[in-house]
């Protein structure tokens, strides 16, 4: 077969170049005195590749069945353009349909369609300039992630999706059972899927140094807001001999270093989103790769938010010992410094029994980092690397310790002290598009009482 | 903090640097008359760093703590080696141990353990060179996928993890349900863990033009072989546009491209397998690379077994119209071409309802390929992109035409003929290292009644 040329290539490289073979999928077509016009996209980038027709070679009925959604295969030749739209087009030798697109029955019509209807329709969501924009960043912020650690001699770890264990505490899990049976049958004992795999990156990178997971992570809660899903994409590095200055030092070099690359990679995606969706996207982008971090300790956050309390009127009073709640993250990144904050230095009660205490026995080396609309997008913390204080929290929290002998082996044996932190890669996506909810980031959302496809 | 190095760093750049800060765990201390030499390994590379510490820098009796599993941190200066292990050492000037390692308890001192004993202590086994090299293979081979398809164009894509539907038709499924509660109350219908994204990811790719998944997939099947885990890793590309013979040339191509690159990026761990594993090791994996694959029809594949048959005695006797056994995978691609070999047009009736039939609408287009060794590495097909053969497949094998109408709507706005693959992660993993049980490949393997960590 000749080969396919995808339309990124071919608007790049490809000037001049006779007998191309393109396919792809019909946007929009034009019919005028002798010619028709036709914009054809096939996913590999933003812009669409103009096919000019002569109806000398397609007669003017078989032009009529190139409708929008039709898809088609076409050899021509790339010649400049005349049209103000692009530099490049294809004049058509011979042209193929595929498959035709029912003009009647089609739901993606040119026009502007809602985010709920389309939801509905997330099999065809992809053909959509905005959707599939969302996903080339999304491949592209995911691929950039991976670079990052790799020139960083990190090694990509692979930790259990179904575990035996419930590293945060949290109470709302997923279990799993074999289809028809009991609930213990297959593994002989009871089976969850996993909220995080920080303990047994733990594990790892006692022996590989600097580690990192990029893998899907579940919470069964039964809320439904715009920033939570039941099935999501996490980070979590986790690097031995790491305190936790130098925890956040990588949240945020990784953070700029993503953002910063999608800005120059796929500037043509995040265009559209800051003309069509949120003008002041490219600025806000642009400070987060620009601008050092604000770095607050909780305590100081508490006093700032005490103060604004006063004409903010938050719901949730601040209050020192309580957790900061979405309007407090809002109030600090959007309001107060309209930046990335770095807040660190928790309540030791709010926090899960890993965490390393400080030396005023009161916090642990924690961090959380807020972005501007998005809210927390890491959580982290320096671990406990003593074996006493760690066997002090297992007890204090009631937690059963015969669980935890394995990760205590790791304090008993060459303990080091060790940082890591978990980015949700999903809420990463709708701060780099400017998306609110979570469910657009994602193909195939699951939140509950959906689970369509 | 002063900066870490890494151990691979120092090694390759840091000749004649002073005052460098390592950090690692002890493989092996030797004291002499004055000195001690101390090898460290951080993860970074198989390499260790040998350290240099005059009894006049820290007393023998200190130094005696430095106990095989011990981590510490040095500060010294990288100097010509006169040994010949190793090109450079580490002369100490100051030394910090971070955790010591009782060796009457550690369990890794220096000697050969066995993998079924390191499978049960799998938080240390990272510990090991062996296991080091794997994990670091892995993270390879994981990084090296991603840039094969990144530069050709391809979106990476999530599929879901929780499903509604049942890809393979395949039985032995594990289901999802929020813990404490009725089977469908959290999704308010039967959910489950996804056996492929294939479904899926067609969607996607006929909006992207060129997508894959790099993700986890489950078989709840109550066996225990070397070569099956109920939790594993698949690649998943998904092509518009691809007929058969693409989708293989796809394929072998990027298993070229991850042998050949691990081979030259990870020659250190390849080396050790070579030495201490398995001597033939390098040589296939050069076979691999340089010998185009062996593209064989089933029926050809049958022909050639039958033959083979009076020899070999097969325990299942090859027919035509029966799937292909391991010990048959094994013959053609061990004894009869020493070679991968492709086979492809199968018989219909043995495969899944998505493939699409051939012109002699007795075979379908699909494909897998065989690695010695190792066996089915790789499973594809060409999809039926023809609506009313696609209907006629899922009536005719009794299947609920109702979860399958947005999967048919493919087929009827815009269908493009189009290809794709999965590829079994973790068998690739068992190749590249010379590893016979998936086990060993997978830092904490889930296998029927075995969920430890």
Redesign the interface.
Same mark, same amino acid.
């Given at each position: 077969?000749d080969q396919?040329y995808?339309i990124?290539?071919v608007l790049n490289f490809y000037e001049g170049k006779q007998g191309v073979v393109v396919?792809?999928?019909?946007r929009t077509r034009r019919d005028s005195k002798g010619f028709s016009f036709v914009e054809i996209n096939?996913?590999?980038c933003l812009k669409n590749l103009q096919l000019v027709i002569d109806h000398g070679t397609l007669p003017l009925d078989e032009v009529k069945r190139i409708t929008t959604?039709?898809?088609i295969?076409a050899i021509g030749d790339i010649v400049p353009s005349p049209g103000k739209k692009q530099k490049w087009e294809m004049h058509v030798r011979k042209l193929e349909i595929?498959?035709?697109?029912?003009p009647n029955?089609?739901p993606l019509q040119k026009k502007r369609h809602s985010d709920e209807f389309l939801r509905k329709i997330?099999?065809?969501?992809?053909?959509?300039n905005k959707?599939?924009a969302i996903?080339?960043i999304?491949?592209?912020a995911?691929?950039l992630i991976?670079?990052f650690f790799?020139q960083r001699?990190?090694?990509?770890?692979?930790?259990?999706?179904?575990?035996?264990?419930d590293c945060e505490g949290a109470g @709302?899990?997923? =279990?799993?059972?074999?289809?028809g049976e009991e609930l213990d049958s297959?593994?002989?004992?009871p089976?969850?899927?996993t909220v995080s795999g920080q303990?047994?990156a733990e594990?790892?990178?006692?022996?590989?140094?600097?580690v990192y997971t990029f893998?899907?992570t579940?919470r069964?809660e039964?809320s439904n807001t715009p920033r939570h899903a039941?099935?999501f994409?996490m980070v979590e590095p986790e690097m031995?001999?790491y @305190?936790l200055? =130098?925890d956040i030092d990588l949240a945020e070099e990784l953070i700029k270093y993503v953002v910063s690359n999608v800005v120059k990679e796929n500037s043509e995606d995040i265009e559209l989103f800051t003309r069509f969706v949120d003008k002041g996207l490219l600025e806000r982008l642009n400070r987060v790769i620009e601008e050092p971090f604000v770095r607050i300790e909780y305590s100081e956050a508490i006093f700032i938010l005490k103060h604004a309390d006063k004409k903010e009127n938050f719901i949730f009073k601040p209050e020192w010992g309580e957790d900061l709640q979405t309007e407090h993250e809002r109030y600090l990144s959007e309001k107060h410094f309209n930046l990335p904050v770095v807040v660190y230095n928790y309540p030791k009660d709010i926090k899960p029994f890993y965490m390393r205490l400080n030396d005023d026995e009161k916090t642990v080396a924690a961090m959380d980092i807020l972005l501007p609309q998005v809210g927390e997008v890491v959580g982290g913390s320096q671990r406990e690397?003593r074996y006493d204080v760690l066997v002090r929290n297992i007890e204090q929290m009631g937690m059963d310790i015969e669980d935890y002998l394995?990760?205590l082996?790791?304090?008993?044996?060459?303990?080091?002290?060790h940082s890591g932190f978990g980015l949700g890669f999903d809420r990463l996506i709708m701060f780099l598009c400017s998306v609110h909810n979570i469910r657009d980031t994602?193909?195939?959302p699951?939140t509950?009482?959906?689970?369509?496809?």
């Amino acid at each position: 077969m000749d080969q396919i040329y995808v339309i990124k290539e071919v608007l790049n490289f490809y000037e001049g170049k006779q007998g191309v073979v393109v396919c792809g999928w019909v946007r929009t077509r034009r019919d005028s005195k002798g010619f028709s016009f036709v914009e054809i996209n096939d996913g590999s980038c933003l812009k669409n590749l103009q096919l000019v027709i002569d109806h000398g070679t397609l007669p003017l009925d078989e032009v009529k069945r190139i409708t929008t959604g039709a898809s088609i295969r076409a050899i021509g030749d790339i010649v400049p353009s005349p049209g103000k739209k692009q530099k490049w087009e294809m004049h058509v030798r011979k042209l193929e349909i595929l498959g035709e697109a029912d003009p009647n029955k089609y739901p993606l019509q040119k026009k502007r369609h809602s985010d709920e209807f389309l939801r509905k329709i997330a099999h065809l969501r992809v053909r959509t300039n905005k959707y599939g924009a969302i996903y080339r960043i999304r491949s592209r912020a995911a691929f950039l992630i991976h670079r990052f650690f790799q020139q960083r001699h990190f090694s990509y770890i692979h930790t259990p999706i179904i575990t035996s264990s419930d590293c945060e505490g949290a109470g @709302d899990l997923f =279990q799993v059972i074999k289809r028809g049976e009991e609930l213990d049958s297959f593994f002989k004992r009871p089976a969850f899927l996993t909220v995080s795999g920080q303990l047994t990156a733990e594990a790892l990178c006692m022996g590989l140094g600097k580690v990192y997971t990029f893998g899907p992570t579940f919470r069964a809660e039964d809320s439904n807001t715009p920033r939570h899903a039941a099935e999501f994409w996490m980070v979590e590095p986790e690097m031995a001999f790491y @305190d936790l200055e =130098q925890d956040i030092d990588l949240a945020e070099e990784l953070i700029k270093y993503v953002v910063s690359n999608v800005v120059k990679e796929n500037s043509e995606d995040i265009e559209l989103f800051t003309r069509f969706v949120d003008k002041g996207l490219l600025e806000r982008l642009n400070r987060v790769i620009e601008e050092p971090f604000v770095r607050i300790e909780y305590s100081e956050a508490i006093f700032i938010l005490k103060h604004a309390d006063k004409k903010e009127n938050f719901i949730f009073k601040p209050e020192w010992g309580e957790d900061l709640q979405t309007e407090h993250e809002r109030y600090l990144s959007e309001k107060h410094f309209n930046l990335p904050v770095v807040v660190y230095n928790y309540p030791k009660d709010i926090k899960p029994f890993y965490m390393r205490l400080n030396d005023d026995e009161k916090t642990v080396a924690a961090m959380d980092i807020l972005l501007p609309q998005v809210g927390e997008v890491v959580g982290g913390s320096q671990r406990e690397e003593r074996y006493d204080v760690l066997v002090r929290n297992i007890e204090q929290m009631g937690m059963d310790i015969e669980d935890y002998l394995w990760y205590l082996d790791l304090r008993k044996y060459g303990s080091v002290p060790h940082s890591g932190f978990g980015l949700g890669f999903d809420r990463l996506i709708m701060f780099l598009c400017s998306v609110h909810n979570i469910r657009d980031t994602i193909p195939f959302p699951r939140t509950p009482g959906t689970l369509n496809f």
